[in-house]
């Protein structure tokens, strides 16, 4: 009785949690989500790994693995919308504490625009950034 109480509550928990999409084969990727754990003193983030695709949540909305490996997604709570690159980070910056000191900034005329730019140069950059992890150091191609 207790077991089936605590995951119905586990549950609950969870569908009020928005889950962060990264790429779990990317150093600078796993770093940041190592950061952002910490961060989270409310447990308002899930982390998954974007390339274990027998495990992605269930959703109202498409996702597109190959998109997936190049940025960062963020599923909302409803599951019925996902935030990409910048997007996903101020998403994330306004439910943790310490991140809300940025999150009006990440508003200001400009400032989105940029941010994306900046965000998908380290997307890009991100393998040489940080050392290889297990001889892995590039993003698969992309099938055409």
């Not at 940029?114 to 590039?138: E, H, M, S």
Request: glycine share 6%.
């Amino acid at each position: 009785m207790q077991a089936a109480k605590t995951l119905e509550n586990n549950e609950i928990h969870e569908k009020k949690q928005g889950i962060v999409l990264y790429d779990g084969d990317c150093p600078l990727c796993q770093k940041s989500v190592s950061i952002l754990k910490k961060l989270d003193w409310f447990h308002r983030l899930q982390f998954r790994d974007a390339r274990d695709i027998e495990h992605l949540p269930e959703s109202n909305v498409t996702l597109n693995q190959e998109r997936m490996l190049e940025e960062m997604h963020l599923l909302t709570p409803d599951r019925n919308k996902t935030h990409v690159g910048f997007r996903a980070f101020r998403w994330i910056a306004g439910r943790l504490p310490l991140l809300c000191l940025i999150y009006p900034f990440l508003f200001v005329p400009g400032v989105p625009f940029i941010g994306q730019k900046v965000y998908l140069w380290v997307a890009r950059n991100r393998f040489g950034l940080v050392p290889c992890k297990d001889g892995v150091c590039t993003i698969p191609p992309r099938k055409k």
